[in-house]
Each structure stands twice: as structure tokens, then as C-alpha cells.
Nanobody, 119 residues
């Protein structure tokens, strides 16, 4: 089992920045990839960004458009999402997720952290 705890959400004005963190514990040696998803009220959950735990290969959704940067610190079992130039459409609950080696889906999830960007 892997446990994930997010932090760093909050209320920020449009154009501002936030840095989300996600600390993994438990069987972290089984992690293949980690990701950030978000879900806004009344909308489907969507993938924001992902990172391969060993190679560091990253993926970003089109709507990120160069504004966010995903990174990791393997020694601290932590991934980050630096979000710049935030927009009201970025308002959502952001969830950290992990995919285990041999898994086909993200099977571990954090409780989520709220990001609010007022219009």
C-alpha cells in the first residue's frame, strides 16, 4: 500500500502562483509514476500532469500550456506541482495519484487539496 498526502492548496488571485506537494509513504519502492488530477464542481476528473518515478519523463495536459511544472524528489518521496499564472478555470480540488509497478491505472489517491482562483 502507498499513502499519499497533499498540501499547498489555497486561494490565490488570477495570475498568481501556488506550489502543491504530495508526500508518499508506505511501499514507495513500488511506485512507477505519480500524477496530479483535478476535479472542478460539476465536471469530470481530469489529468493535469504526470511524472515517471525513475526516469523523470513528464506529461502535461494541453490546458497547462506551459504554466505548470511537475517535479519530484525521490529521496523525500515527494512530488510537486508548481502552478504559475493561475486562472479562474484552474479552480478545482487537486488530487495526487500514484501508479504501482505493473499497474495499468493510478491506484493510490490522496485526499485532495482545494485550489481557488476567484474570477
Amino acid at each position: 500500500q502507498v499513502q499519499l498526502v497533499e498540501s499547498g492548496g489555497g486561494l490565490v488571485q488570477a495570475g498568481g502562483s501556488l506550489r502543491l506537494s504530495c508526500v508518499a509513504s508506505g511501499r514507495t519502492s513500488y511506485i512507477y509514476a505519480m500524477a496530479w488530477f483535478r476535479q472542478a464542481p460539476g465536471k469530470e476528473r481530469e489529468l493535469v500532469s504526470s511524472i515517471r518515478w525513475n526516469t523523470g519523463h513528464t506529461y502535461y495536459a494541453d490546458f497547462v500550456n506551459g504554466r505548470f511544472t511537475i517535479s519530484k524528489n525521490n529521496a523525500k518521496n515527494t512530488q510537486y506541482l508548481q502552478m504559475n499564472n493561475l486562472k479562474p478555470d484552474d479552480t478545482a480540488v487537486y488530487h495526487c495519484a500514484a501508479q504501482s509497478i505493473g499497474g495499468t491505472n493510478y491506484n493510490y489517491w490522496g485526499q485532495g487539496t482545494q485550489v481557488t482562483v476567484p474570477s
